[in-house]
């Protein structure tokens, strides 16, 4: 069995790919927050998990969501839709949850937590049009 991506494809999960690098960096200041030379509230250091987690778990989510966007029919803004929101998602979370929790001393978050619900919208809106264009394909 062969697996043909379009261009489009391609082009987004190769970036996709690459940005694993930004997510490593991040496993790799996480260990740094667990040893303690990142000085962090309990609620930094659960918003900085939430956000790596998020990162690393919609990432591989998006690269699965391509291949079987190019299994579908969609064209157009749906098309684009359906092989990016989920990609958009993982942005979005992940900078809402370290935005939102990133002044000195925070105990909760500030109204950057507004980008963590943009990204939800991006992650419903990209399974959705993936979703019933997988259900109404071929």
Do not use: C
């Not at 029919?73 to 370290?98: C, E, N, Q």
């Not at 001393?105 to 937590?113: E, K, M």
């Amino acid at each position: 069995m062969t697996i043909e991506l379009s261009e489009a494809g391609r082009y987004i999960g190769g970036v996709m790919l690459l940005s694993i690098v930004t997510i490593e960096f991040g496993g790799w200041f996480m260990t740094r927050i667990s040893y303690g030379a990142v000085p962090m509230t309990a609620f930094q250091k659960s918003f900085a998990r939430a956000g790596h987690g998020h990162a690393g778990m919609l990432v591989t989510l998006g690269l699965v969501g391509l291949l079987l966007a190019d299994a579908t029919d969609l064209t157009g803004f749906v098309g684009w839709l359906a092989r990016l929101g989920i990609p958009l998602a993982a942005i979005l979370m992940s900078a809402g949850f370290f935005a939102s929790s990133a002044r000195p001393g925070a105990v909760r978050p500030n109204q950057l937590i507004l980008i963590v619900w943009l990204g939800a919208l991006s992650l419903a809106a990209g399974a959705i049009s993936l979703g019933i264009g997988l259900l109404t394909a071929g």
